[in-house]
């Protein structure tokens, strides 16, 4: 059975990680006391002891958490549990197959893989998953409308006259060719980077309210927010920004979208090559780098004094990288008809990124988890809606030019396009929502031969713990890990608060025996 994580879970986890806090304080304090105390200045330190006070604040908080009633409604189970079967076949098998006629009394799903499983939103019920569902794809269309106003700025910001109307103390340097190209070229570029770093972070936190049982499905979920929201805002709110946000001529002309397509375009040529070199260059030099983890460590060790495991490894942020490749994609294939000086950068940008992620995932990053394939969905329909949008402003390129000829051939490459992705997701897409009998049969079969589906049986209640193994203390999970089933999760907490204000009490009795011994030292 599954436990629900609320108050108790949290109090549980706020006492495991202040106790590992007062066990480095107790070994700080034995090693003073190998030291010669009058190496000691006597001033330096404070006199009063904190540790009783911390003490008793546990046992205060211990006797009122623990006699909560909400801590004791945590105790119950949640509707929800993990089944383990004797075979992949009869799991597949069971996870296909209606439990109920009722639908919704019943609800089987394959489970994640054991380092995959998200357990904050196992307690979820079945019901409310839609509800989040719903209420996320709002919040997610409204931020998307919402960020509007930044790309509205930085594209105020790539004309001079607009400029100067905004910031009249800056007419004399606009006034000069040399800052004016800077400002307009590529300042509207670094602006938009800076406010797109915020949208990734926000995807998350919507992807995890959404209720995914797993850190995959979050993440694919995640990477197909921010992939819509950078298509968006990114490509079409720039590219029409000039008619689409002053006049909405688009929803009066829907017939006019590819000629108002090939005209707009290439209008953004120059600052869609200022993008690709500082979104996409840049953030190559600072993956290799690794900028962010580097100032988040110094922060959180020196500034902070945050002791972390040193065998704790990042996984691939698929969830950020992804979105960027398709979106540079979708610029490679439209931009190639009307503009197609950016294809250089854009190969450059594709062959360093080759070299830059491959190291990255050799060498640098660890796979937590498998994901089974569930991203390439996911591009193989962005890269088919790139070329179909790429033929609809070749449509609209060969309209403006009066040819019909090209202009029907178009119309044929399109309808094939679209064609050929209907064969591809007929074809292939079941590949990756669920598993083949032949193919579990197979791991089942060879499992039996070899003698392993003993030791796998053995391993499943440890391998899927709700409680995952060395958390905050090893990441690495070379600790064996705790049992799924809690025969008493109030008793477990109570002993644990109890070790922990022994702990207390042991260190405070080691600090007034340091202070004692200075003291005496000082009175000799």
């Known amino acids: 059975m599954i436990f629900r994580k609320g108050h108790f879970q949290k109090f549980v986890d706020r006492a495991e990680r202040a106790y590992r806090k007062f066990v480095r304080v107790r070994l700080s304090v034995s090693e003073r006391h190998g030291r010669s105390n009058m190496s000691r200045c006597g001033v330096c330190g404070v006199r009063a002891s904190s540790f009783q006070l911390y003490r008793n604040k546990f046992i205060e908080a211990k006797k009122s958490d623990l006699t909560n009633p909400e801590v004791v409604e945590a105790q119950k189970n949640c509707p929800g549990a993990l089944v383990f079967f004797k075979t992949r076949y009869a799991a597949v098998v069971a996870s296909r197959v209606l439990q109920s006629s009722n639908p919704m009394l019943w609800v089987t799903d394959l489970a994640p893989e054991p380092r995959d499983v998200y357990w904050s939103n196992l307690w979820i019920p079945y019901r409310q998953i839609w509800l989040r569902k719903l209420a996320t794809l709002a919040a997610s269309v409204v931020f998307m409308f919402v960020f509007i106003i930044p790309v509205a700025f930085v594209q105020s910001m790539m004309q001079v006259e607009q400029l100067k109307r905004m910031f009249p103390s800056l007419t004399g340097i606009l006034n000069k060719s040399f800052f004016a190209r800077v400002i307009t070229g590529y300042l509207p570029s670094v602006t938009l980077?800076?406010?797109?770093?915020?949208?990734?972070?926000?995807?998350?936190?919507?992807?995890?309210?959404?209720?995914?049982?797993?850190?995959?499905?979050?993440?694919?979920?995640?990477?197909?927010?921010?992939?819509?929201?950078?298509?968006?805002?990114?490509?079409?709110?720039?590219?029409?920004?000039?008619?689409?946000?002053?006049?909405?001529?688009?929803?009066?002309?829907?017939?006019?979208?590819?000629?108002?397509?090939?005209?707009?375009?290439?209008?953004?040529?120059?600052?869609?090559?200022?993008?690709?070199?500082?979104?996409?260059?840049?953030?190559?030099?600072?993956?290799?780098?690794?900028?962010?983890?580097?100032?988040?460590?110094?922060?959180?060790?020196?500034?902070?004094?945050?002791?972390?495991?040193?065998?704790?490894?990042?996984?691939?942020?698929?969830?950020?990288?992804?979105?960027?490749?398709?979106?540079?994609?979708?610029?490679?294939?439209?931009?190639?008809?009307?503009?197609?000086?950016?294809l250089p950068f854009l190969l450059v940008y594709f062959c360093l990124g080759y070299l830059v992620y491959r190291n990255q995932i050799l060498n640098v990053y660890y796979p937590k988890y498998e994901?089974?394939?569930?991203?390439?969905?996911?591009?193989?329909?962005?890269?088919?809606?790139?070329?179909?949008?790429?033929?609809?402003?070749?449509?609209?390129?060969?309209?403006?030019?009066?040819?019909?000829?090209?202009?029907?051939?178009?119309?044929?490459?399109?309808?094939?396009?679209?064609?050929?992705?209907?064969?591809?997701?007929?074809?292939?897409?079941?590949?990756?929502?669920?598993?083949?009998?032949?193919?579990?049969?197979?791991?089942?079969?060879?499992?039996?031969?070899?003698?392993?589906?003993?030791?796998?049986?053995?391993?499943?209640?440890?391998?899927?713990?709700?409680?995952?193994?060395?958390?905050?203390?090893?990441?690495?999970?070379?600790?064996?890990?705790?049992?799924?089933?809690?025969?008493?999760?109030?008793?477990?907490?109570?002993?644990?608060?109890?070790?922990?204000?022994?702990?207390?009490?042991?260190?405070?009795?080691?600090?007034?025996?340091?202070?004692?011994?200075?003291?005496?030292?000082?009175?000799?």
């Not at 002053?246 to 979208?257: A, E, G, I, L, W």
């Not at 993956?287 to 959180?300: A, G, M, W």
């Not at 579990?440 to 070899?450: G, K, M, P, T």
Request: proline share 5%.
């Open 193 to 342: 980077l800076l406010s797109l770093y915020t949208v990734p972070p926000l995807m998350m936190l919507f992807s995890s309210i959404e209720g995914s049982i797993s850190r995959s499905g979050r993440k694919r979920s995640a990477c197909l927010k921010i992939l819509l929201f950078n298509i968006w805002n990114v490509f079409f709110v720039n590219v029409l920004s000039g008619s689409v946000i002053n006049q909405f001529n688009v929803f009066s002309r829907p017939k006019d979208m590819p000629t108002m397509l090939a005209q707009l375009v290439p209008k953004q040529a120059t600052f869609f090559i200022t993008y690709v070199l500082t979104s996409g260059w840049a953030s190559l030099c600072s993956e290799i780098l690794q900028v962010y983890n580097l100032v988040y460590n110094f922060f959180s060790r020196f500034i902070c004094c945050c002791h972390q495991n040193t065998e704790y490894v990042y996984s691939f942020p698929y969830h950020t990288e992804v979105p960027k490749i398709l979106l540079f994609n979708l610029l490679g294939f439209t931009f190639s008809i009307m503009a197609p000086l950016i």
């Open 371 to 524: 994901m089974g394939g569930k991203l390439w969905p996911i591009m193989h329909n962005t890269i088919v809606f790139s070329l179909v949008l790429t033929q609809v402003i070749a449509l609209g390129v060969f309209t403006i030019k009066h040819s019909p000829v090209a202009a029907g051939f178009t119309i044929l490459l399109l309808v094939g396009t679209v064609l050929f992705n209907e064969y591809c997701r007929h074809r292939f897409s079941r590949i990756f929502e669920a598993y083949s009998a032949q193919d579990v049969i197979e791991l089942d079969r060879d499992d039996e031969q070899s003698g392993r589906m003993q030791e796998i049986h053995q391993h499943l209640l440890d391998a899927y713990s709700q409680t995952p193994p060395g958390e905050g203390s090893s990441r690495g999970g070379s600790q064996v890990p705790i049992e799924l089933i809690m025969e008493d999760p109030a008793q477990e907490a109570s002993e644990s608060s109890q070790e922990l204000c022994d702990t207390v009490q042991e260190v405070s009795e080691a600090h007034d025996h340091d202070h004692i011994v200075e003291d005496k030292a000082h009175s000799v």
